[in-house]
């Protein structure tokens, strides 16, 4: 089944919670912990999600739902603030021009981002964030994704619309993550669950991670009552899968997905 979402402004539930976040500890050696997250927009507050960034002790996050000095978010400029809070590297890439600012995708990285750039995809206004961070086990391409959304009570030709724009935007995201023949992460909000044709897409080469560990049992929306998947983290073979969880918060609609994965030094 598609996972059918509310638009932003009416996705407010506050109750219930998923297993809470153990306390902050670095990595293992030669392990990176990756978190992919859908902020709504700091809708609820960035101190809740600098929370529960903090909590992650991540050595990469993709954020999804980012504004950058719009109205509605007070002419913040949100990418800067987490990066600065979190003590961590940003590259922010726009979807478009929005309440006088920009809505769109982060990266965030305790090590060097060395190359990165927005990528359009044809056929959606949404974009792609594609980059290079070079790591303590060597350089890992990084693509962050937001995909199209299918809202409820929607004709079937808007509804067919969106449906290929998120296949557009598999490909063109997995086009990214396998032109290099390095390690390579893809992560995100696929709007979409297990099985579906992008789902389908990425499970051609790349490992899910949730899946490998957790049988893909880590439901991430609503994060007041968890019900679908839409949220992951792909990973390339050269990656080992040692954990994949949900961590529990309340501040977005979302729950975050957080990865342990072992890459060996090149």
Not at 42 to 60: P, Q, V
Request: glycine content about 8%.
């Amino acid at each position: 089944m598609r996972a059918i979402l509310l638009p932003l402004a009416l996705a407010t539930l506050t109750c219930g919670h998923a297993a809470a976040a153990g306390p902050p500890r670095p990595a293992e050696a030669g392990t990176l912990r990756v978190v992919t997250y859908n902020t709504l927009a700091g809708d609820r507050g960035l101190k809740g999600i600098i929370d529960t960034l903090s909590s992650a002790n991540a050595d990469l996050i993709g954020l999804q739902e980012v504004d950058k000095r719009t109205r509605r978010s007070g002419k913040n400029d949100q990418p800067a603030k987490l990066a600065k809070a979190l003590g961590m590297n940003v590259f922010f890439a726009p979807h478009f021009a929005y309440q006088g600012g920009e809505f769109g995708l982060a990266l965030l990285s305790k090590h060097p981002i060395v190359k990165a750039r927005t990528v359009k995809v044809k056929g959606s206004r949404l974009s792609e964030l594609d980059a290079v961070v070079r790591t303590p086990s060597g350089d890992v391409h990084v693509v962050v994704v937001h995909f199209t959304v299918t809202f409820p009570l929607r004709d079937k030709k808007e509804t067919d619309a969106s449906d290929a724009a998120r296949l557009a935007e598999a490909k063109a995201a997995y086009a990214l993550a396998t032109a290099t023949e390095g390690p390579a992460l893809v992560m995100g909000d696929l709007n979409d669950d297990t099985g579906s044709p992008p789902y389908e897409v990425f499970s051609k080469t790349l490992q899910d991670s949730c899946e490998v560990k957790g049988g893909g049992f880590a439901k991430t929306w609503n994060s007041a009552l968890p019900i679908t998947r839409i949220d992951y983290i792909w990973a390339s073979p050269h990656f080992t899968v040692k954990s994949c969880d949900t961590i529990g918060s309340q501040a977005s609609d979302h729950l975050p997905v957080i990865a342990e994965l072992s890459l060996s030094p090149p």
